[in-house]
Each structure stands twice: as structure tokens, then as C-alpha cells.
């Protein structure tokens, strides 16, 4: 994975847009690893192979290398992710981006596809 480019970032969010998209959507506050800290309250988020359209895609921020990601979507709602660090297209041609804490573990996740992801 490469760290976040925000406009090649932009150019490939425009490619997905106005048409059937899938996405995987994966947020974290350490949920793994809960067994090292029981005084760690975990919350996370998990949607994946979820069918939307979005007719904006949007990237901001970039302070101390973190992103958020906005895509609105045909009927008005949004999806929005934080704390975006990096990003790849891999084998299968899905559109990953990640956000990597300090310590290296993921905090979260969007990713994109014009097919369903692995089930």
C-alpha cells in the first residue's frame, strides 16, 4: 500500500462514480485486542458487499498524513470514513484504503469494487 496521494486519490474515486458500486466498510478501535486492556472500551463498524451508487466522491483532510472520505449517494445519504492513511488497487482491481494507527494496527477502511468482494 502507498500512502495517500489525495489527488491520484480523487482521479480514481471519479471512476467509480454514477454507476453500481460495492463497498466494504470497516471501522475499529481496537476490537482485536481487547484481551490486553480490559479498561479499553472497543466500538467498530463492519458493512461489506452493501450495493450503492454515489454521485460524489470526495476526499479531504490530510493533516498528520490522515484522510476522510466522503461519497454521497443517489438518494441524498453518505457514507464518510476518517482516518484514511493509505491506499492501493490490488490484483482483483478493488479500490482499498486503509487508515493505519500509530502503532501500525488498521483503524479503518473503505473499499471499493465494481464486483463483490470475496465472500
Not at 482485536?32 to 472500551?41: P, S, T, V
Not at 450495493?51 to 493533516?63: L, S, T, Y
Not at 493505519?100 to 463483490?116: C, P, Q, R, V
Request: a negative charge; hydrophobic letters at 40%.
Amino acid at each position: 500500500m502507498e500512502k495517500i496521494d489525495r489527488e491520484k486519490v480523487q482521479e480514481i474515486l471519479n471512476q467509480y462514480q454514477d454507476r453500481p458500486v460495492y463497498i466494504h466498510v470497516e471501522i475499529t478501535s481496537g476490537v482485536y485486542a481487547d484481551h490486553l486492556d480490559e479498561n479499553i472500551f472497543n466500538a467498530g463498524t463492519f458493512l461489506r458487499n452493501i450495493q450503492v451508487e454515489f454521485v460524489q466522491g470526495a476526499i479531504r483532510g490530510g493533516r498528520n498524513g490522515q484522510y476522510r472520505v466522503g461519497l454521497k449517494l443517489v438518494n441524498g445519504g453518505w457514507i464518510y470514513v476518517l482516518g484514511l492513511t493509505h491506499y492501493v488497487i490490488n490484483e482483483n482491481d478493488e479500490f482499498i484504503m486503509h487508515g493505519f494507527d500509530h502503532e501500525g494496527k488498521l483503524a479503518s477502511a473503505l473499499e471499493i469494487s465494481s464486483n463483490e468482494f470475496f465472500k
